[in-house]
Structures are given as structure tokens and as C-alpha cells.
């Protein structure tokens, strides 16, 4: 997204973009809030990352590429999470 000349098609697909979407598997039980931020790359369970905490990392990144889309004159993204039928 640099470059929209290094990428046309890449470029005009990213146009039409508007959000990502994020969804999880309620049926699944899940840890809850960790007491302590972590480093993705040093999560070393066999569970899965918590979903809020994976969330907040597509918030982080979507934010920081929107800030270089927005200094560019490009479309930005948002965010759409999932936001559960049993109330979590």
C-alpha cells in the first residue's frame, strides 16, 4: 500500500475495502483477560491466544496501517469485532 504503482490491481482491490471483520467460536471456552501483556511471538501455550488479546493486536496493526493510508490520501480500514450473541 506503499506503492500503488508496484501493485495496480492490489491497489484497486484495497479501495473497495472498508473493514475487517472478526469472529470466534463462542462455543469454545476460552482463558480470559491475562494479568500481563505478552509478546505475541513469545506465546508458547498449546491454547489458543485469548480472543481479546488477538483483537487487540488486529487493532494495533489495522491503527498503524491506517495512519500510513491516511498520510498518503488513501481509504482507511476499521475494525468490526464480533461482538457475541451470549454477551462476551
Request: hydrophobic share 35%; glycine share 4%; charged share 25%.
Amino acid at each position: 500500500t506503499i506503492d500503488p504503482s508496484i501493485d495496480p490491481q492490489l491497489h484497486l482491490f484495497l479501495k473497495n475495502v472498508v473493514a475487517f471483520d472478526s469472529v470466534d467460536d463462542e462455543s469454545v471456552p476460552e482463558r480470559k483477560l491475562l494479568n500481563t501483556p505478552f509478546d505475541p511471538a513469545e506465546w508458547t501455550s498449546t491454547d489458543p491466544v485469548p480472543y481479546c488479546h488477538y483483537l487487540y493486536y488486529m487493532w494495533a496493526n489495522i491503527e498503524t496501517l491506517n495512519l500510513l493510508r491516511r498520510e498518503r490520501g488513501m481509504n482507511e480500514f476499521t475494525l468490526r469485532p464480533h461482538a457475541g450473541e451470549a454477551g462476551d
